[in-house]
């Protein structure tokens, strides 16, 4: 059984900033690219930033130049510090990682942290 664990996130005035961090346990053999979502209130889920084993990231157009992505191999932890954050910031961040367990590969999802940006 595996499970991801997301902590960090809270309320904050725009311009501010925000860690987000989010830890994979449980049957691990090695993960392969991990990245972080959010979904906005009556919004699709979206792609915010992805970073694959060898550390190469992407990121959303909105978030280019303030947030960053980066990822702590030994300690099956991803991270995602944000920036010059902005209202339209707001949302549930979530967390995902493609985890090969000794025999199965399986993309696992985090239970979500709400991110809110006051102006």
């Not at 997301?6 to 860690?19: D, F, H, K, P």
């Not at 049957?27 to 979206?46: P, T």
């Amino acid at each position: 059984q595996v499970q991801l664990v997301e902590s960090g996130g809270g309320l904050v005035q725009a311009g501010g900033s925000l860690r987000l961090s989010c830890a994979a346990s449980g049957s691990i053999f090695s993960i392969n690219a991990m990245a972080w979502y959010r979904q906005a209130l009556g919004k699709q889920r979206e792609l915010v930033a992805a970073i694959n084993s060898g550390g190469s990231t992407n990121y959303a157009d909105s978030v280019k130049g303030r947030f960053t992505i980066s990822r702590d191999n030994p300690k099956n932890t991803v991270y995602l510090q944000m920036n010059s954050l902005k209202p339209e910031d707001t949302a549930v961040y979530f967390c995902n990682a493609g985890i090969f367990s000794r025999q199965s590969f399986v993309h696992y999802w985090g239970q979500g942290t709400q991110v809110t940006v006051s102006s």
